[in-house]
């Protein structure tokens, strides 16, 4: 059911962390009215819980480095202390 729209949930997933499934299944339904209905909100609850899971273990394993974009080095503020 939400195969073809799994690119789509985890970009907003990662955009919108806090997003809940019913305003994901809300805009999955604006994309597709006849294929989707407020009985798939379970589904979507349990799709989110798990990619929720899924980054959260990225992160605890340490391969949050590998999908985390490197920051900008620091400015030097060169003399400045007093």
Request: hydrophobic content about 50%; overall charge positive.
């Given at each position: 059911?939400?195969?073809?729209?799994?690119?789509?949930?985890?970009?907003?997933?990662?955009?919108?962390?806090?997003?809940?499934?019913?305003?994901?299944?809300?805009?999955?339904?604006?994309?597709?009215?006849?294929?989707?209905?407020?009985?798939?909100?379970?589904?979507?609850?349990?799709?989110?819980?798990?990619?929720?899971?899924?980054?959260?273990?990225?992160?605890?394993?340490?391969?949050?480095?590998?999908?985390?974009?490197?920051?900008?080095?620091?400015k030097s503020f060169?003399?400045?202390?007093?």
């Open positions: 059911m939400l195969g073809p729209y799994e690119a789509q949930i985890r970009a907003w997933l990662e955009a919108e962390p806090t997003l809940s499934a019913a305003v994901v299944l809300q805009r999955l339904m604006n994309l597709d009215q006849t294929r989707l209905t407020n009985k798939g909100l379970r589904k979507v609850q349990m799709a989110v819980k798990a990619w929720r899971q899924e980054s959260a273990l990225q992160i605890l394993n340490g391969d949050w480095m590998a999908i985390t974009p490197a920051l900008p080095p620091a060169g003399n400045i202390i007093r």
